[in-house]
């Protein structure tokens, strides 16, 4: 279907079963998304879902892809507000797009699906678009991408290894210690 334009109708198709997909995938996990069960929750048959996805591989990178990207702080120029704003609206997306579930099943599938890093590579930009934005200014190279990962990780680490999200006091704590160790950087 590669440089051919899909009629309105088929797109909807593809889009209400890559939705059903991701459904599935937060709510019932990685093993319940088969074909079989994807017809019984999308109410699309079998035969169409191998159409357009002849294999589990080529619907995941396809559902990863059309996952909608997260909502994100608009900067006010305060640092400090703008990076705690920016990890809460990235908590509030764990929370209702159950992304930590949706993450660990991408990494789960990336050792089998190799086509999946470009997608995490691409939601991962995205979902630092912001984190960079705020941090550039301030900080760069090898201190900017730990500072991103510090940030981003404590909601992350949070959610995959504990179970539950960075309270409002955790996430303040984060920004106010990083933001503590970039001025205690030596000048260079």
């Known amino acids: 279907m590669a440089g051919q334009a899909l009629d309105a109708r088929v797109l909807r198709t593809r889009h209400d079963i ?31 879902i ?13 559902a990863f892809a059309y996952r909608p990207s997260g909502e994100h702080h608009v900067p006010t120029g305060d640092l400090r507000t703008d990076l705690i704003a920016e990890l809460t609206m990235f908590r509030r997306g ?17 050792t089998s699906v190799p086509e999946l890093a470009q ?25 900017r991408e730990a500072a991103m990962r510090m940030l981003s990780g404590s909601v992350l680490h949070s959610a995959l290894m504990h179970g539950e999200l960075p309270s ?4 303040a704590a984060t920004v106010d210690l990083m933001l503590r160790g970039l001025r205690s950087q030596p000048a260079t």
């Open 168 to 171: 409002d006091d955790v996430i």
């Open 94 to 110: 764990m929370e209702r797009q159950r992304l930590d579930r949706a993450l660990a099943a991408l990494a789960a599938l990336m």
């Open 18 to 48: 890559l939705r059903a997909a991701l459904d599935l995938l937060t709510t019932e996990g990685l093993d319940a998304v088969t074909h079989h069960r994807l017809a019984e929750v999308s109410g699309y048959s079998r035969a169409t």
């Open 50 to 62: 191998y159409k357009h996805w002849p294999t589990r591989s080529a619907l995941f990178v396809d």
């Open 119 to 143: 997608v995490r590579d691409n939601l991962v930009a995205e979902g630092e678009r912001i984190l960079l934005q705020l941090l550039t200014p301030v900080v760069d190279g090898a201190e």
